[in-house]
């Protein structure tokens, strides 16, 4: 089974692939989004989950995503018809990265993705090139919420504390008008919704050949959160405004 499936699986029960929950994702997407009738970009969209929720109560909202999984964009598709908003909604395969438009956005979203572009910086550099003039930035990103051990470095990288996160957004030209910090309910929900349907899966499965592989990732992966990286990783996200356009 390949990652892409495996990553599927697991979030079946927690489709934003992060640790937020609904009330937090309706906060934030409030802050991104004040007129409604916004043009959305997600880079590294996934299966587009923040721009179906957006489009889903915004009918006069436009959005656009990016991402390199045809499989996530399949079900995107899927669910956007299902939701009855794919007139709405386009997407494409490809690299967040080199993804290129002629028409600005009024905001850009990448939660979880700043390793598509190596870093929370040059994600902002990327954002801001996408961004029309008094738009604003949607992004999250991870951070140590206390000192890492080495295996949780080797897991995530060199990440910064919170305050130094912020510092060195705020140093790059951004306001912070809104923001939230995964509680950690979040952060405990997101990590036993994954591993727990991954291995529902296996053990609903047990004839597949995949099964095994399933549950052995599954438990491997829960044991790497429990004693790896639980008490140091946070998560941010901050709606940005640019200081000066």
């Not at 438009?101 to 572009?117: K, M, N, R, W």
């Not at 801001?128 to 008094?134: D, T």
């Not at 994954?194 to 399933?214: E, F, K, M, R």
Request: net charge negative; proline share 5%.
């Amino acid at each position: 089974m390949s990652r892409e499936q495996i990553s599927m699986i697991a979030h079946a029960d927690h489709p934003i692939k992060s640790p937020l929950d609904d009330d937090s994702v309706s906060r934030l997407l409030a802050h991104g989004l004040p007129r409604g009738n916004e043009r959305v970009l997600d880079l590294g969209c996934g299966t587009a989950e923040w721009l179906l929720r957006a489009l889903a109560t915004r009918p006069d909202l436009h959005a656009e995503g990016v991402d390199v999984s045809d499989l996530s964009l399949t079900h995107a598709r899927r669910a956007a018809s299902r939701l009855g908003v794919e007139e709405r909604l386009v997407l494409h395969h490809q690299e967040a990265a080199d993804f290129t438009s002629s028409q600005p956005y009024d905001l850009v979203i990448s939660i979880g993705a700043t390793h598509a572009f190596g870093g929370l910086l040059p994600t902002l550099a990327a954002a801001r090139s996408h961004l029309a003039p008094g738009g604003r930035v949607l992004i999250g990103e991870s951070f140590w919420d206390r000192a890492p051990s080495p295996e949780a470095v080797e897991m995530f990288g060199d990440l910064a504390d919170l305050g130094t996160t912020v510092d060195h957004v705020v140093a790059d030209g951004w306001t912070p008008v809104h923001g939230h910090v995964s509680t950690r309910s979040e952060l405990d929900a997101y990590e036993w919704a994954c591993w727990g349907s991954l291995a529902s899966w296996a053990l609903d499965h047990p004839a597949d050949p995949a099964g095994a592989q399933v549950l052995e990732t599954a438990n491997a992966q829960r044991s790497q959160w429990l004693h790896g990286y639980r008490d140091s990783f946070g998560f941010l996200c901050l709606v940005l405004r640019r200081t000066s356009d």
